[in-house]
Nanobody
């Protein structure tokens, strides 16, 4: 079974940068897109960024587009979220998630939580003004 562990969160000033990592263990025989979600105080968890199984396709929430970059290194079983130009409203718990595996290659990034079957414990990102 796939297990995910996030790291790299912390406190950063507005305009600063932070890089989150998500280390995956376990295996499947299928292909899995990966995503990052976040949940801020008083808000529902929302999609932030996603990447297809081979990195060929990425999707971003409009509020982070141009500031955040998702990438993956399948050889290291790791997904990254580079966050630049951080704003106080980016403050949230960030969760890494893996798609329910499919058994054919596709350049697709799910946008809905229901399509992600495996979740990390989350890492706190706090951006000061």
């Amino acid at each position: 079974q796939v297990q995910l562990v996030e790291s790299g969160g912390g406190l950063v000033q507005g305009g600063g940068s932070l890089r989150l990592s998500c280390a995956a263990s376990g295996r499947t025989f299928g292909y899995q897109a990966m995503g990052w979600f976040r949940q801020a105080p008083g808000k529902e968890r929302e999609f932030v960024a996603g990447i297809s199984w081979n990195g060929g396709n990425t999707k971003y929430q409009d509020y982070v587009k141009g500031r955040f970059t998702i990438s993956r290194d399948n050889a290291k079983n790791t997904v990254y979220l580079q966050m630049n130009s951080l704003k106080p409203e980016d403050t949230a718990v960030y969760h890494c998630a893996a798609e329910r595996p499919v058994y054919y290659a596709r350049d697709y990034v799910p946008l809905n939580e229901i399509d992600y079957a495996y979740w990390g414990q989350g890492t706190q990102v706090t951006v000061s003004s």
